[in-house]
């Protein structure tokens, strides 16, 4: 999918979860968005290239969000817009490339379900097959080489493993997507260094027959697109 227009700027530091301060291309300081709230490791380095998108909405106190950092390191580009994670599996879906999530006719998302009120990103249906719960993860944590989740202990990601969990024993399809939206990994694992319980959950999970998919895009400052499965 197309990013939508993006700047460049140079990170100054990022702080308080949703804020970071940069320096613009004509060398104005100001603040900006972060619409991610991981710890992002990696993804936040002081002197990293940030490329953000400008929102016309007047009731904004920070018009410019963080899209992409281009780091100094390794020269990756990595989408610390979470929120995108959701629309590229779904464009992923629709055209195709994640082949294990065809034939459904219909696509909602952030449907309510489950015991713990949850929402779940993707809900395929099509009155023929049992219907997909499809719960999508972004993975931006690069160490030593490998791409981890999460980067932070997750309470709610462990919510959402026992959630799917409870789809499977009912028989319908459980799936969860790690979408690997950081240029410099090519394998994942679960963090279990970071978080223990949910990489134990997620053993579970799949041992109950939640099904694990994991997919990276390719991503410049131009575009965004799933292209292609790595194995989990």
């Known amino acids: 999918m197309p990013m939508i227009s993006v700047h460049k700027a140079t990170l100054i530091k990022r702080y308080k979860r949703f804020l970071a301060d940069v320096v613009l291309e004509d060398g104005t300081e100001t603040t900006i968005h972060v619409a991610n ?26 018009p410019f969000s963080w899209e992409l950092t281009q780091t100094k390191q390794g020269n990756h580009f990595i989408c610390v817009n979470t929120a995108q994670a959701n629309n ?33 990103d993707i809900f395929l249906s099509d009155g023929e097959q049992e219907n997909a719960y499809v719960e999508v993860k972004s993975v931006t944590l690069l160490q030593n080489g490998n791409g981890y989740f999460p980067d932070a202990v997750t ?26 939206l950081h240029t410099g990994i090519d394998n994942f694992s679960a963090a279990k260094h970071i ?34 499965q790595l194995i989990f």
């Not at 599996?89 to 629709?94: D, N």
């Not at 919510?159 to 979408?179: C, D, N, P, W």
């Not at 799949?206 to 400052?221: N, P, T």
């Open 37 to 62: 709230t991981g710890a992002m490791t990696g993804c936040a380095e002081p002197g990293d290239i940030v490329w953000y998108s400008t929102s016309n909405n007047p009731k904004r106190k920070y």
């Open 195 to 228: 978080d223990a319980k949910y990489a134990e959950l997620l053993e579970q999970a799949i041992a109950q027959g939640v099904e694990v998919l994991v997919y990276k895009a390719k991503i410049s400052a131009n575009a965004i697109v799933i292209n292609q």
């Open 88 to 120: 590229l599996v779904e464009q992923a879906i629709i055209d195709g490339t994640i082949t294990q999530l065809q034939g459904y006719k219909s696509l909602k998302r952030e449907v309510k379900y489950g015991e713990e009120n949850s929402k779940i």
């Open 155 to 180: 309470t709610r990601g462990q919510k959402h493993l026992r959630e799917l969990m409870t789809i499977a024993q009912s028989g319908e399809r459980a799936v969860l997507v790690f979408a690997v």
